[in-house]
């Protein structure tokens, strides 16, 4: 087997058999360390294999129970390999600046010289954006790269950002947004301004108190008023009334024909029975007492159907003037204004108008 591919084989064994070590040393419990050590595993296989978004998940997991600098180290190196410069760098920073001694298990101190040789490396392909913003002294200008807020102080300031295509937004109230996007390769820098402009507001046109209001206006001021209220319920009980009285024309219609009915059929008996010289009819007894019964009958719906009829006219008649009274001075409504008027003749009992 050659030398060359022991060299690059062996940290990789050396690296998972410390970090098991590690976890093991410093859990606290049998199931953090199984947790642990199942994490970090994972997180080795997943880097080995290239699935480096799936070794940043597993390192971190296993950081979370328990920290080792060797978990810190991997999640750095995963995320140089997915492009996130940033986020790499502040993961070597924390190894970097950590306190190991010599009594500190052989994994940190190796991860920490690891580290300090790999973040010269990184540090110069990190691209950084200057954000500088126009705007009146004073505005508080809010600052967003692909929105998500930056502290106010990095204006001026080299900001250390990922390569690729970002989204540099400002923004302040009152103010229109201004953003602009930069796509950056890696070691680039850039310079991008933004400017704040006032938003416009559009005032409303003055009123020329001098002109005189128009027809329409007129009417819709009338009809807001408090006479225009007024008028809303005469209309109201004007259509209300008409509505009663053509019910109750109805009902007295209704009425007036039952007892015609019945009458007619106690005359057509009446008729049947024989005749007299005298020009009376000879009626038995059971005819007469039907007769009788008959026109008896006759008289509840004859008197029910015309007062029904005079009380229902003097209610259309009521509505009527009332929808009248509505539209009087309304000049929007008034050709459109209705007109009723009862209709009664011999056997029919009605009404006309326009609506």
């Known amino acids: 087997m050659p030398l060359s591919f022991l060299g690059r084989l062996l940290p990789k064994v050396l690296a998972s058999l410390l970090l098991v ?3 093991t040393a410093h859990a606290t419990t049998p199931e953090e360390k199984a947790g642990a050590r199942a994490a970090a595993l994972s997180g080795v296989q997943a880097f080995d294999d290239g699935r480096y978004g799936e070794a940043v998940d597993y390192f971190t997991r296993a950081e979370s129970i328990v920290h080792a600098p ?70 508080p200008v809010e600052l967003f790269r692909d929105d998500v ?54 005032a409303p046109p003055p009123m020329d108190s001098t002109k005189a209001p128009t027809a329409e206006q007129e009417s819709d001021d009338v009809r807001s008023g408090p006479n225009g209220t007024q008028r809303s319920k005469l209309k109201i009980l004007g259509y209300t009334g008409l509505a009663l009285g053509v019910g109750g024309i109805s009902a007295g219609t209704y009425f007036l024909l039952d007892a015609a009915g019945t009458r007619k059929k106690s005359n057509a008996l009446y008729d ?33 159907g015309i007062v029904a009829l005079s009380v229902a006219t003097a209610v259309l008649a009521t509505g009527s003037t009332l929808l009248v009274d509505g539209y009087k001075k309304d000049p929007a409504a008034q050709s459109s204004a209705p007109q009723v008027w009862p209709i009664m003749g011999w056997g029919s009992v009605g009404m006309a108008g326009t609506f």
Do not use: M
């Open 149 to 202: 807020k930056l502290p106010a102080a990095l204006l001026g300031i080299a900001i250390p950002t990922d390569p690729g295509s970002h989204e540099f937004r400002a923004s302040a109230p009152g103010y229109a947004d201004s953003s602009t996007r930069v796509t950056l390769s890696e070691g680039q820098q850039q310079t991008i301004e933004l400017r704040l402009s006032k938003v416009a507001v559009v």
């Open 70 to 139: 060797p978990h810190l180290l991997y999640i750095a190196r995963a995320e140089v390999e997915l492009g996130h410069f940033v986020r790499a760098r502040e993961a070597y920073l924390k190894i970097v600046h950590e306190e190991i001694d010599e009594t500190a298990p052989r994994a940190f101190q190796d991860a920490q010289q690891q580290a300090r040789r790999e973040l010269p490396l990184l540090e110069p392909r990190i691209p950084a954006v200057i954000v500088t913003v126009t705007a009146p002294e004073g505005a």
């Open 21 to 23: 070590l590690t976890v």
């Open 272 to 304: 049947a029975c024989p005749a007299l010289p005298d020009g009376t009819r000879d009626c038995s007894d059971d005819d007469r007492d039907e007769i009788v019964q008959l026109d008896k009958a006759a008289k509840l719906p004859n008197t029910v």
